[in-house]
């Protein structure tokens, strides 16, 4: 059974850095496109980053509004895909998912989120930032 757990999340300042975690099961993530997505109350799903599951290195991509704050990686050994977050806003409050995707969306270069039947996600991390 594929599942995904993520994990990292907290209360955070303004202006702080916090890595995500996603453990993958029953699947390779090096296999896999793997994205990361945010739900904020009352918001819409948003996309912020997606991993590509190309052989030799990882693409990546991110959605336009990312502007060099987040970072996703990979690493196959542990089954775990991270997101880093500088510089933490508290518009960046919400709770912070993981997906198993069949590929990466990208339009003009942009990650955008968009979640098929098939789609794995797990239970959410949520990240409040608050001074």
């Known amino acids: 059974q594929k599942q995904l757990v993520e994990s990292g999340g907290g209360f955070m300042k303004p202006g702080s850095s916090l890595r995500l975690s996603c453990a993958a099961s029953?699947?390779?993530?090096?296999?896999?496109?793997i994205g990361w997505f945010r739900q904020a109350p009352g918001q819409e799903r948003e996309g912020i980053a997606c991993?590509?599951?190309?052989?030799?290195?990882?693409?990546?991509y991110y959605a336009r509004f990312v502007k060099g704050r987040f970072t996703i990686s990979r690493d196959n050994a542990k089954n775990t895909v991270y997101l880093q977050i500088d510089t933490l806003k508290p518009d960046d409050t919400a709770v912070y998912y993981c997906?198993?995707?069949?590929?990466?969306?990208?339009?003009?270069?942009?990650?955008?989120?968009?979640?098929?039947?098939?789609?794995?996600w797990g239970q959410g991390t949520q990240v409040t930032v608050s001074s």
């Open positions: 991993i590509s599951n190309n052989d030799g290195p990882a693409t990546t």
């Open positions: 029953g699947f390779r993530v090096e296999d896999s496109a």
């Open positions: 997906v198993r995707e069949e590929l990466c969306s990208v339009w003009g270069g942009n990650y955008f989120l968009d979640l098929r039947p098939d789609d794995v």
